[in-house]
């Protein structure tokens, strides 16, 4: 695994309190200097703390407009207004670090979905015997586990089942060419991926409800490859 960018470059890492502390978040901030907050506000005021000390790098993730569109759409007018109450926080925050470089940028994309472009993978029980292992990955990006004597009426079967919602592709193929990041691939990767991948179409999710889960209901999903969630914003504010 890639090592943290903190562990050659000083820093501190501003995350809400729920994640703070979360596997995830120790991995990703390394040696970091780790703060939580609370409230929006509370997050610009470490980041204001930050500019008080000497140089060095702070990273800051904000995740309330993300649950809000998860949770009702992206073209939610809560999701326009929150939006819109981050940017004036934020205008404050880059007339407060007029000597800062200050970068804005996103992890990804959504898209909106609807109950009438959900896969429901239990309704497919063919299907469901063709896996060795439940769905894994996102329900954008499904990766399928597949016992080797049923791959091929996997493929027949998504080919000419599901072919107005997704395409199986190889998770091989993805990794040779690239879709999970530069650099060599780590050799965990391949046991993570599974054997095909459902790249979903337009809109489109599949999910799998396990013994003991909710049943799936998000508005806004992100996780596949189309254009509104692969491209992100990128605003760099210099003094």
Not at 193 to 202: E, P, Q, R, S
Request: charged share 20%; net charge negative.
């Amino acid at each position: 695994a890639q090592p943290s960018l903190f562990t050659e470059v000083p820093g501190r890492v501003i995350n809400p309190a729920h994640i703070a502390d979360s596997p995830y978040s120790r991995a990703c901030g390394g040696p970091a200097e780790r703060r939580a907050y609370q409230t929006l506000e509370e997050m610009f005021e470490l980041l204001r703390d930050a500019l008080a000390g000497p140089p060095r790098l702070t990273f800051a993730y904000w995740a309330d407009h993300d649950a809000l569109c998860h949770h009702r759409g992206v073209g939610a007018p809560e999701a326009e207004a929150l939006l819109r109450h981050f940017d004036a926080r934020l205008g404050d925050f880059l007339a407060y670090a007029s000597e800062a470089v200050v970068i804005v940028t996103a992890d990804h994309g959504m898209v909106d979905t609807t109950p009438e472009r959900t896969l429901h993978l239990n309704n497919h029980p063919e299907l469901q015997a063709d896996l060795t292992l439940p769905l894994c990955g996102e329900p954008r990006t499904a990766f399928c586990y597949v016992h080797a004597e049923r791959r091929e009426h996997f493929l027949t079967y998504v080919g000419e089942r599901l072919n107005h919602a997704c395409r199986a592709v190889p998770s091989r193929e993805l990794a040779e060419g690239g879709w999970f990041g530069l650099g060599p691939a780590h050799p965990e990767l391949q046991h993570r991926i599974g054997d095909y991948t459902l790249l979903m179409h337009d809109g489109w999710v599949i999910t799998e409800r396990l013994p003991g889960e909710r049943p799936f209901a998000q508005v806004g999903v992100h996780g596949g490859v189309s254009r509104a969630e692969m491209e992100v914003p990128l605003v760099v504010a210099k003094g």
